[in-house]
């Protein structure tokens, strides 16, 4: 698919501005149909969401919409960019972002694509509405947990630059399952040594027990276990 060229086109579509609630999710509403996009806002705002629509994946990523918490509901087949280009494109761009396709010109290849790359489902029209806002909900609900993740990888990134190096290497053994005795011997220290810079770890890292520390480790990216075993 070639989809390069219409993302790259210059468009200035309406968002709604961040006021108190930055969080609140919001519904994001691609297709080239202007009725469907209204009776699908319609929907959501029935059900307590809050919607946001736009006529070509263009416009969208033109705006500042997809860093928001929420989901996506995308017509598949749209002039220039396809629904399925924008799954692509996210997907590139390490924002896996929950979709919901809803087509009236859907295949079976097409929606086995659309799942396999990740998709919450695949919808046809007409599509009773309850099915829809089930499909929304799964897909708010796995951006909260993506996000719950994201936020505490970060957290613990953060904490983890606070330790000492002795207290990093101490915890990279803590996490190998290794005895203090075991790792004193390796560190060339004493076992009373191990435990205080165990306990300080365990201090700047916010946790209050063995298991939660080895947790928040095996929370870190691979690369900074990589920088740990090498340092």
Known sequence: MKAEQPFLRPSTPSLPRRGSEPEQ?????????ASVREALAELMLSAGLRPITFASIRELLDADA???????????????????????????????KPIVFLTGHGDIPMSVQAMKAGAVDFLTKPVRDQTLLDAVAAGIAIDATRRAAAAAVKRNVELFAGLTQRERQVLS???????????????????????????????????????????????????????????
């Open 25 to 33: 999710p919001i519904v994001i509403i691609v297709d080239d149909d």
């Open 66 to 96: 997809l860093d928001r918490p929420g989901c996506l509901i995308l017509d598949v087949r749209m002039p220039g960019a396809s629904g399925l280009d924008l799954q692509s494109h996210l997907a590139q761009t390490g924002n896996p």
């Open 173 to 231: 053994e803590v996490a190998r399952g290794r005895f203090n005795k075991q790792i004193a011997f390796d560190l060339g220290i004493s076992e009373v040594t191990v435990k205080l810079h165990r306990g300080n770890a365990m201090r700047k890292m916010q946790v209050a027990s063995i298991s939660a520390l080895i947790r928040a480790w095996e929370t870190l990216p691979a690369s900074v276990h990589d920088v740990q075993a090498t340092g």
